[in-house]
């Protein structure tokens, strides 16, 4: 069974602090694909990235980077110089190969303060 | 239109009232999705479809809930007898094919008074 964990529920940051997102998956399958959105106040989810199983390159999108670790089936988020529009909670989510659903993590609360 | 689109955007009823919810996803977008999320939590998975078929139907929660997506575009969630338990943002998601991302509409907002 796939399963998403974010084991931060809510991170409090100070605006210009640079601050990492921990997301562990669990899947049985070889193929699978991971994500990551956000959702701010006006409660739309927007896609930020996607990250196939076979690919562990990292990634960086201007102030922000993810961290595809294979070996301790984590995809970590990381946002260098964080902003106070950053302020939104922010999900990972995992798709099989089969690609017939998304599971969500719980999701992390980050409030970015001024 | 440009994104995925969810009418209404918010839905009041009363308990025992059948409601139902559209959804118009991206033209041209193969695989819809539904979730639903209560306050809090993440999207919880409903149902799948890959064009006018229900690939996936395992997260309805039971038979009280039915989605269809007759012409393989526009998909309706239906709702019968509702609960007060039924409240959440009903989520629906469409992507160009399976494994890729998918892209979410701004969600029905249903309260079951």
């Known amino acids: 069974a796939q399963k998403v964990t974010q084991a931060q529920t809510e991170i409090s940051v100070v605006e210009k602090e640079d601050v990492t997102l921990d997301c562990v998956y669990e899947t049985r399958d070889t193929t699978y694909y991971l994500f990551w959105y956000k959702q701010p106040p006006s409660g739309e989810l927007v896609f930020l990235i996607r990250r196939n199983s076979f690919d562990e390159q990292n990634e960086i999108s201007g102030r922000y980077s993810w961290n595809f670790q294979k070996s301790t089936s984590s995809f970590n988020f990381t946002i260098t110089a964080s902003q106070v529009v950053d302020s939104a909670v922010y999900f990972c989510?995992?798709?099989?190969?089969?690609?017939?659903?998304?599971?969500f993590g719980p999701g992390t609360r980050l409030s970015v303060l001024p | 239109g440009a994104g995925v689109s969810q009418t209404p955007s918010n839905k009041v009823t009363e308990k025992g009232k059948y409601v139902e919810l559209r959804c118009d996803p991206i033209?041209?977008?193969?695989?819809l999705y539904w979730y639903r999320q209560s306050l809090g939590q993440g999207p919880e998975f409903l149902i799948y479809f890959q064009g006018t078929g229900a690939a996936d139907d395992s997260g309805l929660p039971n038979d009280r809930f039915f989605a269809v997506r007759p012409e393989g575009s526009v998909s309706t969630l239906k709702i019968q007898r509702t609960e007060r338990g039924d409240s959440a943002v009903y989520l629906c998601?469409?992507?160009?094919?399976?494994?890729?991302?998918?892209?979410f509409g701004q969600g029905t907002r249903l309260t079951v008074v």
């Open positions: 989510a995992l798709s099989e190969r089969n690609g017939q659903n998304f599971v």
């Open positions: 998601a469409s992507s160009p094919a399976r494994g890729t991302e998918a892209f």
């Open positions: 033209s041209g977008h193969t695989a």
